[in-house]
Every structure is written in structure tokens, then in C-alpha cells.
């Protein structure tokens, strides 16, 4: 089998691209695409073409693994699709699948477009820091109008064939095979002309005020993004310049926007998101459990949030606390969030109800008996999640997987009071959990293969991004906020203001900075772990700042005042109260107060970070750098466009964290010392070999 087939169907030539999985637009497809229009145009016989994917899609896009191949060896799609749109004969573009992208972009320069019902058509670019580069800012608003261009390239969402079809963007859609439906259509159309060339249509629907309206929504949804500016600049080109200057210019953004750190960064994250779930040992023959019923113990914030994660995925869930209050309590935040859902026209009534039968509320452990997994999800207390789990060992069904949701205890410790500890496992959701799509798988030492492998199908099923992670405190996400919450607290004890650390990480893209989180998330739950820890070890009761801040009753977000004042309820602002605090901390424990530059800030809290991800690197806790960034970004807000931390470190040269990390008194990790030295990044690190 040849990357592109030809074959004829009478006076038909259909072009049937294979290269699995996705068909993507790697080099040999275009050669093969060419061949093809070689053939129809030196064949009088042949009428018209038909151009298909095979297996499972049509292209879904360039390939994305060429983007850093010198010009000469990168797959010419531009040259292709130009190509196509000046062919003198028919062409169908006959649309399964996903055509994403290029893909769409081919489908965009044949003359015509059919699609299966459930075949989805978009232009995603935009998630990946690039822009529609070989026509599709200009074909796509002189097809479906600009608002919806804008829609479709700014929010880089597919929308379905049904839709396209509304649309004008699909001309019909085909019940039944696909390829014959194609051949009929292109057949019937055979003899049209002249050929209809959208390159050649006129872009409705655009307006100085709809492109000012798009420029200003942009700073809210991609703020700091080069690409969904050039974007809306290319749309207006659609409607203002022929399509010749809006095609050049486009070749000429695109390859601006390619170039940039922020599409290398949303690139790294796109296939570290797809790498993580691939483990060493796992193979797609480690067999799973199938998942029919789940159930949850604890029905607080995140036992609440983890149950609609099931729920949504149509798995039943039961639910078990430990009085009727507490249980009715859980259901109606459920309930109630679900409404809001509907409020807001992303569910039914009907669905809400649907949702909420497949919760069985329970105040019986031992209603859990017939389910595959149990999650625990009660506070973090090592004696009560024994005792939760040596009651389970005795309740839950042979081969049923028994998760903990602990953000910082020792799994193994806890698996080890079951007889089955090679069903144990830890599954750490993020809070919001019905919200945040990270979900940290925790390996304890005797978790089996296959309980780990049905958990990453999970994790897949209910829609979570799933990293494995290894057992120490606070896992990978946590372990690394501890740091970096160390690092700030230096930060203030120094000179910086509060408000200073959080601005220094919006300066990067953070929607919070580092007190503004844990604000929200709440002072008292640090301030304890800090006091039981002094305690344990025999040290005198700890007397930082923001101890004095939680001492004065300031428990943040939560008690309308912690480090900042939220006189809204929910908006930080700084406090005057922290300024003095401060002033009188930094007097008695004979503080020198600097300024502190938003560069020093930024490079001081991220690289903190880095560091102790380098050292989580080294201890196999997690398995690769794009682990840790993927973790970043899908749990803790850490910009995508970045590409996490350890990809922003690489980005910066790791010889020159080394060096700010000791600049600021911090010895850089053996791991990132080495690469610092090989002149490696981390994502060249050979993370396999070095684990032997
Ligand atoms: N280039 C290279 N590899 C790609 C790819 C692409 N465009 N799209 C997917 N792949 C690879 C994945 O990395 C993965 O590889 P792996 O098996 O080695 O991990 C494999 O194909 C399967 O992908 P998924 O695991 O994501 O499979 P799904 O079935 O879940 O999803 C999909 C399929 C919806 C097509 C999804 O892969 C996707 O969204 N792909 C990206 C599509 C895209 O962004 N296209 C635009 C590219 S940019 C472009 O076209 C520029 C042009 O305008 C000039």
C-alpha cells in the first residue's frame, strides 16, 4: 500500500491517502497527492477526483513533526493546496473523521466538500501557537463568514459535519460508505462549470467594530498570545485584499508564529500530553478492568467533584459518608452545580436528572461491594485512611481497584493494611475535580500493571489528562508548590511585596501568583502542616509572616481576609493590615529590606520549581520533563504557551538557570548541574537509559 492509492471508479479517480494514524500530511503524502493529479490531468477519461483518507480519518492536519524541518525537507502544502485550487477538473474532498487543520485546508481548496454525519471539521491552529497556514484564514471567512471564522480559528474547537453542512462549508453529507457517496457526487458534478473556487468568493460579516470587538476578547482568552492576533489580522485581510495578498501574508505570519517559543512550548505540551500516558512495561496487551460502577467515600468538595466525573461519563457512582447531613450536603453542591450547568445552556434538565439517578447515596460502607473502583476522598489524616481502608479490604469485591485521593501521603503506607496492595493506587484529583483535567496516577511500590493500566484508560474515560507519578510527599504538583511557596515567603521576608511575587508570575501568564493561590486555597491548611511538622521534629513552633498572618485570624480567601482583603468576596486586593504586619515582622527578626526586581521574582520562583523538578527527574518520581509540565499546566494554571516549567527552563538554556539559581543562593539539583554542564536540555535528558 502506497501513501496515496489511485484508483478508478469508472470516470472517477479517487485518491485514498494512508498514513495511519491520523493521516497527517507527512512527507510522501504530497508526493503521492501530486502523482494523483498527474494522473487525472494526463487521463482524458478521468472526469473528476475524489480525494479520501483512509482508516479512521481524513488528514488531520500537517504534521506536526516536521514544523522544525529546514524548508526543503518540510511536506509543501502550500504548494499542493494551490495546486488543487487551480485544477481545471472536479475535485471532492470526501470527509470521515477529523479534518483538522491542513486537512481542512485541503478540503477548503477542492472544489467540493462531503462528510459523514459524525465527521467533525476544524481549524485548531491556535492550540498549538500557529495560525491556518496554507489558506485557511483566507478560504474559510469567504465560506462560513467571519464571525464564525473567527470563532472556528480563534477557539481551534471543530464543529460537526452537520453543522458545516448548515453552514455551506460541507456541500452534502453522505448516508451510508462514504467513498461511494463521494463517487456519485463527484460523477453528478462532473460536467459543472466553471468549477466554483472559494478563492474567488467574497468574505461577508466582517466590520472594523467585529474585528475591534475580537481584538479586545483575545486579551481575556489568550492573553500574552502572539498567534490569535495575527489571526483576526489575517481575517480582515479576507475581507479587505484579494485573496493573492492575504495568501502571501499568510505564509509570512505563519512562519512568524512557527518560529516562536510559544509554539514550540504549546507543541511540546501537545505531545507530552500524549506521551505521559505511555509507561515502560504497559503494553496495549496489559490487560483492564472495565469500569461499570465506581464508588466514592466522602462526599465533601472533592468526593462531591470526583463523582460527577463519573457521573458525566455515565458510570454509576455510590457515594458513602458518615451521617445523613454530610450526604445530603454533598448531593445538593452536586445538584446545585449541575443546575448551574443548565442555567448556562450546556446541559439539559433531562440530562441533570440523568446525572443525579446514577448517584446512589449511601451511609453503608458496605453498599460498595459490587464496585470495580473505590476512591477514598476523606481529609488527610494517614490513621483514618487505615482504618477506611482496612475496612474496604473486607467489603470490596475481588479485583475491585481501592484509590486514595491523598495529596501528600504515603500510598504504600497505605496499601500495606490491605491483603491486596497490588490493587491500590493513588488517584489525585485537582480541586475543582469536576473542573481541573489533571489527575495524578500514584504508582505505589506493589501496584499491579494492570491496575494501573485500567487506571489510565480511566483517566481517559472521565476526560482527565492521567500522569503516573511515584510515592514521596506531595507526589510531582505538590511537591514542587512546596518549594516554590518557600521560595516566595523568601521573597517578602527580603523586600517584595505580597502583591509584587503574585505580579511577578502574571508577568508569565499565571492567572495567579503564588499568595493569591494560597489565599484561595486556604493559609490554615500550610499553617497546620508547618506547626505538626516543628512538632514531630522537636523544633521550636514556627514564626514565619504568613504564620502571624493566620494567628491574626486571616485564613484567606475563605474568612473574606488573609494575606490580601477581599472586601468583593473573591477579588485580592492588598491589605494594609499585611504591609504593617510585615514592617513590624521584618523590625523584630532584623530583616534588611531590598528592592526587589520583577525579573529576580520570576526567576527566583520558577526556577525553584525547576529545580525540584530536576530532582524529582532524578529520583524517578516522575518519568520525563514533559510530565512535570503537563502536570503544571492541566493542575496548577502554569501557561500552556509556556510549555510548564521544565520546557520554559529548556527554553531559557539550562546553563543559565544554573547559573541564576546559584546567583540567588540555591544549588542547582546534580541532574540539571549535569545538563547545565552537557549543554543538554531536559527534554533531550535520555530519562530511560539513565534509569537503566
Ligand atoms: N501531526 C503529527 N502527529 C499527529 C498529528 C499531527 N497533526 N495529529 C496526531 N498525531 C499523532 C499523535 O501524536 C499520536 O501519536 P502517538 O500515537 O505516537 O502518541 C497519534 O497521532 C494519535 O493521536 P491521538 O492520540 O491524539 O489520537 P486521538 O484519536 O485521540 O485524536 C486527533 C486524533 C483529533 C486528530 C488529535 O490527534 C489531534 O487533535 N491532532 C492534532 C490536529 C491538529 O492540530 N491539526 C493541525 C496541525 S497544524 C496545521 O495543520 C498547520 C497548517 O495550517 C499549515
Known amino acids: 500500500m502506497s501513501t496515496v492509492d489511485q484508483t478508478r471508479e469508472g470516470d472517477v479517480l479517487v485518491l485514498t491517502i494512508n498514513n495511519p494514524p491520523v493521516n497527517a500530511f507527512s512527507p510522501g503524502v504530497p508526493e503521492g497527492l501530486h502523482a494523483g493529479l498527474d494522473a487525472a490531468e494526463g487521463d482524458a477519461g478521468v472526469r473528476s477526483v475524489v480525494i479520501i483518507g483512509g482508516g479512521r480519518t481524513f488528514i488531520a492536519g500537517a504534521d506536526i513533526k516536521t514544523f522544525d524541518l529546514p524548508r526543503e525537507q518540510a511536506p509543501d502544502l502550500r504548494g499542493f493546496i494551490a495546486r488543487l485550487d487551480a485544477f481545471t477538473k472536479p475535485t471532492v474532498a470526501a470527509i470521515h473523521g477529523t479534518a483538522l487543520g491542513g486537512g481542512l485546508e485541503v478540503a477548503l481548496a477542492c472544489t467540493y466538500r462531503v462528510a459523514t454525519r459524525d465527521a467533525q471539521l476544524g481549524l485548531p491552529e491556535v492550540k498549538l501557537g500557529v495560525l491556518p497556514g496554507a489558506g485557511g484564514t483566507q478560504r474559510l471567512p469567504r465560506v462560513v463568514g467571519v464571525p464564525k471564522a473567527l470563532e472556528m480559528m480563534l477557539g481551534g474547537n471543530p464543529i460537526k459535519a452537520t453543522e458545516a453542512k448548515e453552514l455551506g462549508l460541507v456541500d452534502e453529507l453522505v448516508e451510508g460508505d462514504l467513498r461511494e457517496g463521494a463517487v456519485a457526487f463527484a460523477r453528478a458534478h462532473a460536467d459543472e462549470r466553471p468549477l466554483p473556487r472559494l478563492s474567488e468568493r467574497r468574505a461577508e460579516g466582517g466590520s472594523p467594530e467585529l474585528f475591534a470587538a475580537a481584538r479586545e476578547g483575545i486579551r481575556k482568552t489568550h492573553r500574552g498570545q502572539l498567534s490569535p492576533s495575527l489571526i483576526i489580522d ?124 446514577l448517584l446512589t447515596p449511601t451511609l453503608d460502607m458496605g453498599d460498595l461491594k459490587d464496585a470495580d473502583i473505590i476512591i477514598e476522598a476523606v481529609f488527610e489524616n494517614m490513621d483514618v ?29 497505605i496499601a500495606s493494611v490491605t491483603s491486596r496492595p497490588e490493587q491500590v493506587i493513588g488517584l489525585h484529583f485537582f480541586s475543582p475535580a469536576n473542573v481541573m483535567r489533571l489527575l495524578e496516577i500514584v504508582r505505589a511500590d506493589k501496584t499491579s500493571d494492570s491496575v494501573l493500566a485500567t487506571s489510565l484508560a480511566l483517566a481517559r474515560r472521565i476526560k482527565k489528562v492521567g500522569v503516573v507519578v511515584g510515592v514521596c510527599d506531595g507526589f510531582v504538583g505538590n511537591r514542587m508548590i512546596h518549594r516554590y511557596g518557600d521560595e516566595a515567603r523568601k521573597l517578602v521576608e527580603e523586600g517584595a511585596r505580597p502583591q509584587d511575587a503574585d505580579a511577578a508570575m502574571h508577568a ?95 526567576e527566583r520562583l520558577v526556577y525553584s520549581l525547576v529545580n525540584e523538578g530536576a530532582r524529582i527527574l532524578e529520583e524517578g518520581i516522575a518519568q520525563r520533563a514533559g ?51 552537557e549543554g543538554k536540555t531536559f527534554e533531550q535528558w535520555d530519562w530511560e537509559k539513565a534509569r537503566g
Do not use: C
Not at 501557561?639 to 520554559?648: S, V
Not at 541564576?660 to 542547582?668: I, M, R, V
Open 234 to 357: 489575517l481575517a480582515e485581510m479576507a475581507t479587505s485584499q484579494p485573496f493573492q495578498e492575504g495568501w502571501d501574508a499568510e505564509a509570512r505570519l505563519f512562519m512568524q508564529a512557527k518560529d516562536s517559543p510559544q509554539s514550540r512550548g504549546l507543541r511540546h505540551i501537545f505531545f507530552a500530553e500524549r506521551e505521559a500516558g505511555k509507561i515502560p512495561g504497559l503494553t496495549r496487551d496489559t490487560p483492564t478492568t472495565e469500569i461499570r460502577a465506581a464508588g466514592i467515600i466522602g462526599a465533601g468538595t472533592m468526593g462531591g467533584g470526583i463523582a460527577m466525573n463519573f457521573l458525566n461519563a455515565g458510570i454509576p457512582v455510590t457515594i458513602v459518608e458518615t451521617s445523613q447531613d454530610a450526604l445530603d450536603r454533598g448531593l445538593s453542591v452536586i445538584r446545585k452545580n449541575y443546575e448551574n450547568t443548565a442555567k448556562k445552556g450546556r446541559l439539559t434538565l433531562e440530562q441533570v436528572e440523568g446525572r443525579m439517578n
Open 627 to 677: 510530565d512535570i509540565d503537563v502536570i503544571y499546566i492541566y493542575g496548577y494554571g502554569f501557561p500552556a504557551y509556556r510549555g510548564g516549567p521544565m520546557r520554559y527552563a529548556d527554553e531559557m538554556g539550562l546553563k543559565n538557570v544554573a547559573a541564576a539559581l546559584e546567583k540567588y543562593g540555591q544549588t542547582p539539583a546534580p541532574l540539571l548541574r549535569q545538563l547545565a554542564d
Open 508 to 602: 508569565l501568564g499565571l492567572p495567579m501568583g503564588p499568595f493569591e493561590m494560597s489565599d484561595m486555597a486556604g493559609l490554615d491548611v500550610g499553617y497546620l502542616i508547618r506547626q505538626h511538622q516543628a512538632k514531630v521534629a522537636g523544633k521550636p513552633k514556627p514564626d514565619g509572616w504568613l504564620d502571624r498572618i493566620v494567628e491574626a485570624g486571616r485564613k484567606g480567601q475563605k474568612t473574606q481576609a488573609g494575606i490580601y482583603d477581599y472586601p468583593d468576596g473573591r477579588k485580592p486586593v492588598p491589605a494594609a493590615s499585611t504591609d504593617e504586619l510585615l514592617t513590624t515582622y521584618r523590625q523584630e527578626k532584623g530583616l534588611q529590606s531590598r528592592e526587589i526586581s520583577q525579573e529576580e521574582a520570576t
Open 385 to 413: 485512611k487505615k482504618d477506611i481502608f482496612t475496612r474496604l479490604d473486607a467489603i470490596a469485591k475481588p479485583g475491585a481497584i481501592l484509590a486514595t485521593n491523598t495529596s501528600t501521603l504515603d500510598v504504600n503506607e
